[in-house]
């Protein structure tokens, strides 16, 4: 007979093994659902995760690597702070949404202006604050009133969604776009633009600064009295409270952190790769950085690999649309099925299996 | 604006029809919930049944088809979520999220083809006379069968958490699943069963979204709807009465915004699409300041994976 017994404390080797275990999950079971579309599995699997690295155009797809995983790895290494201490952000989209506005906005103000050693960072402190104050509504709120920050951070995903339509279509509209919907470009102007720091490789500021946060956010894990306190308010709360934890502190601050990793990795989109101020700005990397901090095992650096991981699933699926007419939306499917092996065979690193009777104690 | 454009009998009539699919995924919730299981999943539950539904109606020509496809097309996802939670002992908060990244998807990739299509239509009960009544006729007789369905629905699950030994079951799991398990209920095959039920009814209330309120399939219809629909069950502090309550009152405020936008109202568009949303989070803010009783009612053992250790 089969049972499961706890183990003591989680396993280290499965730790490692688990998110490996699940992407091979994910890429037999999606081969499936490939099939299934009528596509031959090798070669999706092949567009997907092979050609964008190491194929015939890979020169191209290798600069879209960086501009994917950026946002991706600066929003779930935030994300991530807060999953370990048991605080759910989960409407990271809402305050990328709003670090965007707001980083957009301090730029257009400016414009014409040409002072680039002023309005960047102008603009990145906008956006950074603009998500940080968006994130501090749920906090608040869960530390005042003790409300759902779950729900609440959720639900101000559809209210910032409205936001952003309302200022593309009136406060930051283009006054010289004819009439159409969407700001100024900011890439093309020259005190606002997210550029490129290296031709072609898609390094620009905003993946800069993913590297510079997964830094910071390891020395903080590992090394600092605040991410113990987090570590272990996320493994025994009670125990944490005696040690003498403040909770709302870390409510705060972890939403906070999540929420101002969020606002620039909008600011550095909507003045980079984006462009401008548009209706549909959002792309949903706030989603799926949920499933990045998950996949890197909320761990900084394995967030980083998950990132460039998922980068890839965006990009190679990008492929995959436009060679073999693959449907947008199987991506976004083969992404939520990954999470799903991630969460199943994380069970590895906190049970074991014992064969064979059960002893009496 | 024209106010007066705005007919008050057609008002709450609408709000019926539109507070429907979230009064069905609420219900369905909180029994869940009531199970001691919190699935975040709604949302893809809901969306799934939302394009099942549809794609079955379209093809078979029938709603009621559609409906029943809905319901088991949604049971068979949260399955997914009771086997990771309940075998796999997952987190419920990750998984329900899972659930709903993965609902979405699967939805819009099922929904390929049916971009621009009329359902065929839901016909209305037939109440004879009722139906002809002034106002009262037009209020509450002259809807379809699944608005009838869901208040009964309401009654239903009051009446089997209140009076039946099952439901007395279903409680005492969610309660303790420990002192359950001690003695003697299957704490894990009890748990499928409510989840299964939160299922089919969240994509019944999907379903109800794609045939009947809009009637049509867009990607990402459901627009936060079972969202708001988790947030209905915390304000009804786990009971089916005010689950009918709350979603009445969140259908009433997303119809008068509509008819507000209709008629031309001062308030931009945009603005007045965010009001069901931001009303939500007030609620949700004044039910959880209310310290007590709001959290004394929830289910103790809500969002605790369950592992027989002994």
Known sequence: MIRLERRREPSRLWSYVTPVLAVIATMIAGGLMFAALGKDPFEVIRTIFWDPVLGEFAFYYRGQLLIKAGPLILIAIGLSLGFRAGIW????????????????AVGLAFYPMDARWLIFPLMILAGAVGGFLWAMIPAILKTRFNTNEILVSLLLVYVA???LASMALGALRNPEGSGFPGSRNLRRYESSANTELFEGTGMHWGVVAAFIAVIFAYILLNRHMLGYQIRLTGQAPRAARFAGVRPNLLVVFCLGASGALAGLAGMFEVAGPAGQVSIDFNVGYGF??????????LHPVGILLAGLLMALTYIGGEAAQSTLGL???AIQAFQGMLLFFLLAVDMLTNYRFRFGKREVA | MDLSSINPVVLIASLMVASTPILLAALGEMVVE?????NLGVEGMMIVGAICGFAIAVETGSPTMGFVAAALGSALLSMIF???TQLFLS?????????TLFGLGLSSLLGQGYVGIKPPSTPKMDLGPLSDLPVLGRILFSHDLVVYFSLALVLAVWAFLKFTRAGLILRAVGESHDAAHALGYKVVAIRFAAIGFGG???????????LVRVPQWTEGMTAGAGWIALAIVVFASWRAGRILLGAYLFGGVTVLQLNLQAAGAAIPVEYLSMSPYLITILVLVIMSSSRGRASLAAPASLGRSFHASS
């Not at chain 1, 952000?89 to 957009?104: K, R, V």
């Not at chain 1, 799926?288 to 095992?297: D, E, H, N, Q």
């Open chain 1, 161 to 163: 969604e409205q936001l």
């Open chain 2, 82 to 84: 009771a086997v990771l």
């Open chain 1, 327 to 329: 449907p947008a939306a």
């Open chain 2, 91 to 99: 987190n419920q908060v990750a998984t329900g999220l899972a659930l």
């Open chain 1, 288 to 297: 799926t950085a949920i499933i990045v901090a998950f996949l890197g095992r």
């Open chain 1, 89 to 104: 952000n989960i409407g990271a989209e809402g305050q990328y949404i709003i670090g965007a506005i707001c980083g957009a």
């Open chain 2, 34 to 38: 009531k199970s001691g299981v919190l």
């Open chain 2, 200 to 210: 089919a009814c969240a994509g019944l209330g999907g379903a109800y979204l794609s």
